[in-house]
Each structure stands twice: as C-alpha cells, then as structure tokens.
C-alpha cells in the first residue's frame, strides 16, 4: 500500500490518542526504523497489516473496529491531504459518488501507478438502497468498507446503514454490502 495509507493511521492514532500511543504502535509493529511514511511511495501490505494489528494489541480493540474507524477517517483525511476536488469530481451524492467509485480509483492510479485498487460495482435495489459489491486482491479489509461508507454518508450528510451480507473470508466470491441511505437530511 502506498505511505499516504500508513500516514492516515499514523495520523488517526496521534490526533485521537497521543503521540506516545502511536510510539508503542509502532514498536509493537516492530517499525521504530521508520521515522514517517512518505505518502507517495509504495510500502509492503505487510506494514499496514502490522500496524492494524499492532493498534488493536495496544488499544484492546478487535482489528474490525480499528479498520472501520479507519474508513470513516480517510474520507476526511484524503480531503483535508489535497485530494478534496478529486473527491468533489466523483460525486454530488453518496449514490453517485459510489457508482464513480471504479472511475475515481482509476484517475488515482495516474498519481500512482502501483496502486492496486479494489473494484466496486453498485447494483440499486431501489431508490435509496443499493447492494455494493467489493472485490480486491487484499484479505481483510471488508470493515473497512463500512467505514469508508459511513465516511461518506458524513460528506454528503446522509443517513446510511450498511450491512455486510455476503463474506469473501467465508466462501464467497466477494463481498456484498446492503447500503440504505437517505439523502434528503437537512
């Protein structure tokens, strides 16, 4: 995964439990070598998998919760680090933005040409639901879809909820998300 990925955790961990705690994460993940992560170049999955693990360890969370947070967090995280109009280009609606989401990784990829993206296709079960389903060549990271999901009902003040009904780590092809939202918030 590319260092911009291991900055957010970095990032996540320092705004929402200190600088010491990040610390004992990263000598937990045994990476004290690294003094930052350089958001353009590429790191080993292997890092970031180390580090979710090593926060769950520290903060006495399961790594599902640590990787939905996650999520939420990188919708505003990549917006506040410079990529707020590529954002604003996939989307004036979470539905829409969702449908781009391909597109929007796709345009990613020219800033970073080994990016392995996940796939995305939406199929709308009516107006306001769609099933999301997610493939991608990494384990374990389902949760944080729900995140990112949530991440995005806060962008575009909607009303999600998500619900995992297909899982890849129990057989299935892929993973399915049921998303019910409600755009019309005020």
Not at 69 to 95: H, K, M, N
Request: glycine share 8%.
């Amino acid at each position: 995964m590319y260092g911009l990925v291991n900055k957010a955790i970095e990032e996540m961990i320092c705004k929402y439990h200190g600088e010491d705690t990040w610390e004992s994460i990263k000598q937990k993940a045994d990476l004290e070598d690294i003094d930052f992560f350089i958001g353009m170049d590429a790191y080993s999955d292997d890092i970031t998998y180390r580090l979710v693990a090593a926060t769950s360890e520290v903060l006495g969370m399961e790594a599902e919760e640590i990787l939905k947070a996650f999520g939420e967090y990188w919708v505003t995280y990549t917006a506040e680090e410079g990529y707020g109009e590529l954002l604003d280009s996939a989307g004036d609606s979470l539905g829409e933005f969702m449908e781009n989401l391909d597109n929007l990784h796709a345009r990613v990829g020219l800033s970073f040409p080994q990016l392995r993206p996940p796939s995305f296709d939406c199929e709308h079960t009516d107006e306001k639901s769609m099933d999301l389903h997610y493939q991608s060549t990494r384990q374990g990271l389902a949760p944080m879809v729900i995140g990112l999901i949530h991440g995005l009902g806060k962008r575009f003040n909607t009303k999600v909820d998500v619900t995992q009904t297909s899982f890849r780590e129990q057989g299935a092809p892929h993973d399915i998300f049921s998303v019910e939202y409600n755009d019309s918030l005020s």
